[in-house]
């Protein structure tokens, strides 16, 4: 069966990647825009960490987007919002795909 997470996966493929720049966040406000800045997979939880400081914040991004996939240039600071998925890896039970995306504002 196919769920709708799994279908992140497909972000995997770089043809696909480079097909599929945002992500629509619908919600009782309207539609947000994200550009999708990258997709990884890795084994470590540093995408399930928010940080308060300007600095730290900049450097979580930078962090989320190290050691990817696939990446693309999308322009971000301190003041970003940004909007990070996280599935399972089907290739090992202690991995997750994790994509980090930021709002276009």
Excluded at 7 to 21: A, G, M, S, V
Excluded at 46 to 75: A, C, G, N, W
Excluded at 77 to 97: F, V
Aim: net charge negative.
């Amino acid at each position: 069966y196919d769920i709708p997470f799994r279908k992140i996966e497909k972000l995997l493929d770089k043809d696909t990647f480079d097909r599929t720049p945002y992500i629509l966040l619908q919600h009782d406000a309207g539609i947000r825009i994200y550009k999708i800045v990258s997709i990884k997979e890795t084994t470590g939880n540093e995408h399930m960490y928010v940080f308060k400081e300007d600095e730290e914040f900049v450097t979580h991004i930078q962090t989320l987007i190290s050691d990817s996939i696939y990446t693309r240039s999308v322009p971000y600071d301190k003041d970003s919002n940004i909007l990070t998925i996280q599935t399972c890896s089907y290739n090992d039970d202690k991995t997750y795909y994790v994509i980090t995306a930021i709002e276009l504002k």
